[in-house]
């Protein structure tokens, strides 16, 4: 199979969606007879998988999702990758599959943007590189039992601003499908769990709706996730709420914003959050890496439309989170002891 590679002079920086582009690098690393490779770079996109991989037939995918930022002095930062290190390997753990070192991680995320170092979109763009980390249960297995062998992998590629003009408010809506059961692998980033999203994120669109608000799958009475986002809501009397839950994913920009939420005088926390109190917001949102914050404009559930804000302009709370958290990604703002990493590009 011929690979064609992309070139620097393909992108139109300003003008991005979210795609797949087949870079000259991707790291790659072998986990088999109980230890990992060393790792390094590989120039072709498509991977050695045999028939009978577990990753194929059982499921045995995790992944990781992060974006390397150009900053205004030319250099580029990562965002808390010691975050996404620790959720794989805990998403490993709950997959039975091999965890491959949080270290190893680190060092494959700033090798795969050193080598793609021109396909890491100009500061003040808006547009940043996505970087993939995920690995698969590889070599043949037949029952249902963990993989002995492992592709541990990190592809990058260039992604748009989400947002062109400002922020926009966004409808959700309440449907009767769990994204993940009630002591399964909802914590885990697992391939199967966007998977079981796909359907009830495709009948909400139809509908109308940004994405799908998943509630809680044993009472089908709290908030649990946005589509693939986490939620937060901030009540009239300066709470940064957003749900606790076993079966949600634990959101690295979920954490980053209840820290900055308390900086800016908001009381933060985790908590129950039942579908049926939602008067008690002010504002409301979606918190993951793709968007930030996606403000949440209202919440459909059972028929009935609950606005928050306003459905077409973002609130004022919402807007200053979002200035803050993407202030420190670019490196304009510092921020936290450790937040940002920067990437050596020589
Ligand atoms: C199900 C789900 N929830 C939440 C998030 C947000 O997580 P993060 O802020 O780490 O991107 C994601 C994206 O990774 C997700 O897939």
Redo the contacts with the bound molecule.
């Keep these: 199979m011929t690979e064609k590679k992309a070139q620097p002079s393909d992108f139109d920086w300003n003008d991005l969606g979210f795609e797949y582009h087949d870079l000259p690098y991707r790291y790659r690393a072998y986990y088999k007879d109980g230890k990992w490779s060393a790792g390094g770079l590989e120039t072709s996109s498509t991977l050695p998988i045999h028939e009978a991989a577990t990753g194929l037939h059982y499921g045995q995918n995790i992944f990781?999702?992060?974006k390397a930022y150009r900053r205004k002095d030319g250099g580029v930062n990562l965002f808390r990758p010691d975050?996404?290190a620790a959720?794989i390997q805990r998403s490993a753990d709950r997959l039975l599959m091999a965890e491959f070192p949080q270290e190893q991680f680190v060092e494959a995320l700033k090798e795969v943007v050193k080598a793609n170092q021109d396909f890491v979109p100009p500061y003040g763009t808006g547009a940043t590189l996505y970087l993939r980390p995920f690995q698969v249960g590889n070599g043949p297995v037949v029952g249902v039992h963990p993989a002995d062998e492992y592709v541990f992998e990190v592809y990058a590629t260039p992604v748009g601003a989400y947002y062109k003009g400002g922020l926009t408010p966004t409808a959700y809506v309440t449907n009767s499908y769990d994204?993940a059961a009630h002591g399964g692998t909802?914590q885990a980033?697992a391939g199967g769990?966007?998977a079981a999203?796909m359907l009830p994120g495709k009948e909400a669109h139809e509908a109308g709706y940004s994405d799908v608000v998943y509630l809680d799958p044993r009472l089908h009475e709290n908030i649990e996730?946005l589509?693939?986002?986490?939620f937060f809501g901030i009540t009239k009397d300066g709470r940064f709420l957003t749900p606790k839950s076993p079966s949600?994913?634990?959101?690295?920009?979920?954490?980053?914003l209840l820290a900055i939420a308390e900086e800016m005088g908001l009381q933060p926390e985790e908590t129950t959050i039942s579908i049926n109190d939602l008067d008690q917001f002010a504002e409301a949102g979606a918190?993951?890496?793709?968007a930030v914050i996606s403000p949440v404009g209202s919440i459909t559930h059972n028929g009935k439309k609950h606005v928050f804000y306003s459905e077409t302009e973002v609130g004022p709370w919402t807007q200053k989170l979002y200035d803050r958290l993407t202030a420190i990604q670019n490196g304009d703002q510092p921020g936290p002891e450790g937040w940002v990493v920067d990437v050596p590009l020589q």
Excluded: Q
């Design positions: 990781e999702g992060l975050m996404n959720r994204r909802g980033k769990n966007y999203s996730e589509g693939s986002a986490n949600i994913l634990p959101s690295v920009t979920k954490y980053s918190m993951g890496t793709a």
